[in-house]
């Protein structure tokens, strides 16, 4: 699987939009680029996935630059909730099986 | 019910007890994993079975044990562990369709502590 760069920390404004960059130049095209997310003690929450089409839904949007190569998580109102540690990570579509998390990035939201 | 439930929450152990970790789910998924997590680090893949069956096995040390007894359940028995096992043991669960990406449900954890 493909290995992802992100920043090891964060801070935004509550209320504001937390845009979360990931890198992940190696992308393959079996590939997806996934987004989970660990709040503090607690097992990791599944957010986002995509191939090459930009996605939402109620949690999040995840932008895909057009060669794949970085994407882009947005929370467009962060509260002090979705304080965590937000993980991308890019895995092959053949039955998901492998999860490789990386470091991941700490995300403080300030009141 | 897309919750996946694991027990105990925590457990302590000495180097000579056998003790197993437990994990249920019941949505139907027949893909389930086991991770395991130290502290402020991310968790790290141990086992993987498919429907029932090993799949895959992340050179595991032979002190952890996995088991899946049916499609809900998932065990992880533990025997002669050293106290670098200590760690947050996470469990998850996903639907197994190959061409797909389906999102993996974890569960809270079970936090080891070796004696």
């Known amino acids: 699987d493909a290995k992802t760069t992100q920043p090891p920390s964060m801070d935004c404004a509550e209320g504001r939009a937390a845009n979360l960059p990931c890198n992940h130049s190696t992308i393959s095209g079996n590939e997806y680029v996934y987004w989970y997310r660990q709040i503090h003690s607690q097992g990791p929450q599944y957010i986002i996935h995509?191939?090459?089409n930009n996605e939402t839904n109620e949690m999040a949007s995840l932008i895909i630059t057009e060669d794949r190569k970085s994407s882009t998580l947005i929370l467009p109102h962060a509260t002090l909730r979705d304080t965590a540690v937000y993980y991308c990570?890019?895995?092959?579509?053949?039955?998901?099986?492998?999860?490789?998390f990386g470091t991941g990035t700490r995300l403080t939201i300030i009141p | 019910d897309t919750e996946v439930t694991q027990t105990p929450k925590h457990l302590v152990m000495g180097m000579t007890n056998k003790k197993s970790l437990k994990c249920e789910q019941h949505m139907g998924h027949r893909a389930m994993y086991w991770y395991k997590q130290k502290a402020k680090k991310p968790p790290e893949l141990m086992f993987v079975y498919s429907y029932e069956k090993l799949s895959i096995n992340e050179s595991v040390p032979s002190r952890f044990s996995p088991e899946c007894p049916n499609s809900s359940l998932l065990n992880l028995h533990l025997h002669a562990l050293q106290p670098e096992d200590s760690a947050l043991y996470l469990c998850a669960s996903s639907v197994l369709t190959s061409g797909r990406a389906y999102e993996q449900y974890f569960g809270p954890g079970t936090r080891l502590t070796v004696t």
């Open positions: 990570i890019v895995s092959a579509f053949w039955g998901n099986e492998k999860l490789t």
């Open positions: 995509g191939l090459k």
